[in-house]
């Protein structure tokens, strides 16, 4: 094993202990996570920045947006959804509602 | 083949100077790129990254609005400066970003503090 | 820092503000949080039934906050635009 690190870097993942939430997230970096997003917006994708206001990269972002429409005639609720794929997308973290390590991510 | 040990200290300089703000930074790599900056207002912004501040407000040169039959509010504008906290999502040039050094940088910079 | 307002400094410019209106006018200050100082100012309420309405307010601070986008207009340009046969729905707030 190495017993000498250069000064500042990280430690190995295996090692880091989860003291606060944002802990979490670094352990997803290059992982697909999944965002909710506030009005109802949802995003899956690979992990690749974070800054603790939650700001992110994420690669192959699929984005999810839910409407509920309402059926005139029988007042039914319908949920519409519209998916659009981008390929390397910044998310600003004041839109963030959680996030969700690739564990429970499908 | 550079060493690791080389490249570990290229990298250490790059995160020095990322500390606490890795975004600003990593714009700061895109300018010149074009980009689309999507609002809150759901209008989307198209155009060539001018220059970003530390709040990541963003000016933009050779802007078009996506859709400017229904805003014509921006006609005639070729540059534009938009409140970072008026962004939801910025489309950015997939290859002009570098996954792997944003990786190892954002592994940091939340270490670092 | 620079955030890149002072070029359009004595410029005329079109604000949109976070409730979707629209001012335009000579930016003749701000600070960092883009408070501006805007003179000569007029806002232009879009309608999808009638051309463009310009209500003259003359000199205007803007608080930062309900900022969203600065444009630098093209003042030969946009006087050459008739706003009279311009029809658009108005734009959307923007949700924080």
Known sequence: MVTKMPEGEAEPVSLVTIKEPVDLIRLSVDE???VKMRHDRELRGRLHAFDQHLNMVLGEAEETITTIEVDEETFEEVYKTTKRTIPMLFVRGDGVILVSPPSTTS | MVPTYCKFVIFNKIVRLTSKMLFYSFFKTLVGHEIIVELKNDICVTGRLHSVDQFLNIKLIEVCVSDPEKYPYMNYISESFIRGSVV????????????QLLQDAARKEITIR | MSSGLESYVNHTVSIITSDGRNFVGTLKGFDQTINIILDDSHERVYSPNQGVEQIILG???IRGDNVAIIGEVDETMDSSIDLSAIRAEPIGSVVF
């Not at chain 2, 489309?91 to 002009?96: E, I, K, Y």
């Open chain 1, 32 to 34: 697909r996570i999944y």
């Open chain 2, 88 to 99: 939801r999502y910025v489309q950015l040039p997939v290859n002009s970003v570098d996954s």
């Open chain 3, 59 to 61: 000199l205007h601070l």
